[in-house]
């Protein structure tokens, strides 16, 4: 079969719910990859394949959903044992050699959602629109996804950061339609802003510089343990300075929005689009 040769923005992984990574991958559990994708030499008889994913050493943990999505295939295979198939978007990941499927055919899942255990070993295929991919490559787009809501303050369950103190932004009154909207077109967003097809105004930069700067002298950094949601160590002292930051960040975004594709927080009236328009203006 052909390869299909994607656009990147088509690519880009939408999720109500939020992302989250297929297994746990810290220092409890180390997870190996044993036989990677594409042509390998077959652990047993040593001679060369093609393999449709990755294997790695899991050890029984815990699986879960990535994001929204629907289960569509749950079965037993000769080559894969119990398997898990779960539908995202154009995505397909398959996990192979599970010990425990928890959902059935057609059930909705969201992200976090444990769906399955693996076995001591756990194969992990990937396809989109019909076509195999590398699975390393997916999870590096699922972990910037996840990364690029946490710099904006969004965990897993689509929550503003909380520093056990309120964090107040410009945008607090419309934040769960926002949150809507960054887990649709945030990945674009970054995307633009990496490639250089989007760029943020001088004016805001150098706010957010300024307002890191300040952060630094006043040792705001690492003043608690970094988690996923809060990944620079912020404590209760840093709420004012971390409500800034969030206000030009989420202003931004939603300039993004206005500019490219004409979409604005739904209660917003003329007035408001142009108020953002003339502070994000890029140029």
């Excluded at 030499?41 to 093609?50: A, G």
């Excluded at 499927?101 to 070993?121: F, L, P, W």
Aim: proline letters at 3%; aromatic letters at 10%; glycine letters at 8%.
């Amino acid at each position: 079969m052909e390869n299909k040769t994607f656009d990147k923005k088509d690519m880009l992984l939408e999720s109500s719910s939020g992302f989250f990574m297929p297994f746990p991958g810290d220092e409890e559990h180390d997870v190996e990859i044993l036989l990677g994708f594409g042509e390998q030499l077959h652990p047993s008889t040593q001679k060369k394949f093609n393999h449709t994913g990755i294997d790695l050493a899991t050890g029984n943990l815990p699986l879960f959903a990535v994001a929204t999505g629907t289960v569509v295939g749950v079965g037993n295979d000769a080559i894969h044992e119990n398997f898990i198939i779960t539908r995202y978007g154009k995505y397909d990941v398959k996990y192979g050699h599970v010990s425990e499927a928890y959902c059935n055919y057609g059930t909705h899942v969201k992200a976090g959602q444990q769906i399955a255990k693996s076995g001591g070993i756990l194969h992990f295929e990937v396809r989109f629109d019909g076509q195999l991919i590398d699975p390393t490559d997916f999870l590096k787009m699922l972990y910037s996804n996840i990364m690029q809501l946490s710099v904006l303050g969004i965990n897993n369950e689509a929550q503003f950061v909380d520093l056990n103190v309120p964090i107040k932004t410009d945008y607090d009154a419309d934040q769960n339609e926002i949150i809507q909207l960054m887990l649709r077109w945030l990945p674009e967003y970054m995307n633009e802003l990496r490639t250089g097809s989007y760029h943020t105004s001088d004016l805001v930069e150098a706010q957010l510089r300024n307002i890191f700067m300040q952060a630094a002298e006043k040792n705001y950094f690492f003043e608690s343990i970094p988690t996923l949601s809060n990944p620079l160590g912020l404590s209760a002292r840093s709420s004012l300075m971390a409500g800034k930051a969030q206000s030009l960040l989420i202003g931004d975004f939603l300039n993004f929005l206005g500019s490219r594709h004409n979409i604005f927080v739904s209660t917003w009236d003329d007035d408001k689009k142009k108020v953002l328009s003339a502070r994000f203006q890029t140029g």
